[in-house]
């Protein structure tokens, strides 16, 4: 008899541990989570692929988060064909993302036929094509409260995740670009905020749900990010141009917004999220705080 109460306790404190809404993140895992260099030889993407275990920090420590006070679903979705998928478990397993998440790679039909289709057409669609296939189901697979999609511009996630919040404009999103690469004024949808740290990701969950414990995950995260600034790109002591760059584009981020002129407003979530991140990290101070100023009175 005890042992049937403790159980339906279990199952009643288990079903109402969550009181929010049930939410879907979909999340890339290359130049995502992990740095690949995906448009980079295929020595240096294959080299990174197998053989380093580098990580962006404070990325593990928001899923984690959510994955523990969120009733949420998390799917990794890559377009690495399933067989070579075994590094990438390893990544998320040895880094302590959430293992309640599966990984949703491309199969070996959807990678022939992809590659005979950009053959043919000479480069191709740029929406991955087992990425929106993937995405499509688990958005379709029950009736989320939001949806939130995780990815960067080097395999153009910008072109997936407009596909996506067009497809399904009855269902809040929040979709977000790691800056990964240095596209100049060229990104593709620059209505789609961009992030470089974790922080931008917590401003922007604001949108859809009150993030439980939010000061408590600011602050790890915040710890985190000041703790090495010059290592602010990747963990393990990663250093080279690109890591440095995106360094300096951190800390400039609301002077680059303004010197890119990428058709941003001060209203933007991307501007907010800049800002909020420079605040929290305690470098929102002249001369950034002066170059807000200037673009908000452009």
């Known amino acids: 008899m005890l042992k049937f109460i403790s159980t339906f306790l279990m199952l009643v404190i288990g079903s109402t541990a969550f009181a929010g809404p049930r939410i879907l993140f979909l999340v890339d895992i290359d130049d995502t989570l992990k740095p690949t260099m995906i448009r980079g030889s295929l020595l240096t993407k294959g080299y990174r692929h197998f053989f380093t275990s580098d990580g962006f920090v404070g990325m593990r420590e928001i899923l984690q988060h959510v994955d523990q006070h969120v009733d949420a ?116 949808f620059p209505h789609i905020p961009r992030f470089l740290t ?16 939010e000061g408590e995950i600011i602050r790890r995260l915040t710890n985190l990010l000041k703790a090495d600034p010059g290592h602010v790109f990747a963990e393990n002591n990663l250093r080279h141009s690109d890591a440095i760059e995106r360094q300096q584009l951190l800390k400039s981020t609301l002077k680059s917004v303004v010197k890119r002129g990428n058709g941003l407003d001060v209203n933007s979530d991307e501007v907010h999220g800049a800002q909020f991140t420079l605040e929290t990290l305690g470098w929102a101070k002249k001369p950034w705080l002066k170059c807000f100023d200037a673009f908000r009175t452009r």
């Open 73 to 188: 679903e998390i799917a990794y979705v890559t377009n690495t064909p399933t067989f070579l998928t075994w590094p990438h478990k390893r990544f998320l397993k040895t880094h302590g993302y959430p293992q309640s998440g599966n990984i949703y790679p491309r199969n070996v039909r959807e990678l022939i036929s992809e590659t005979i289709e950009k053959k043919r057409a000479r480069g191709g669609s740029v929406i991955p094509a087992h990425k929106l296939k993937q995405d499509i189901e688990l958005i379709s697979s029950e009736s989320w409260d939001a949806v939130v999609s995780l990815g960067d511009n080097g395999e153009h996630d910008a072109d997936l995740f407009h596909e996506l919040t067009g497809r399904y404009s009855d269902i809040p999103q929040i979709t977000m670009v790691r800056n990964a690469y240095w596209d100049g004024d060229n990104e593709a």
């Open 198 to 213: 974790p922080l931008e990701i917590v401003y922007q969950l604001r949108r859809v749900m009150d993030l439980p414990k």
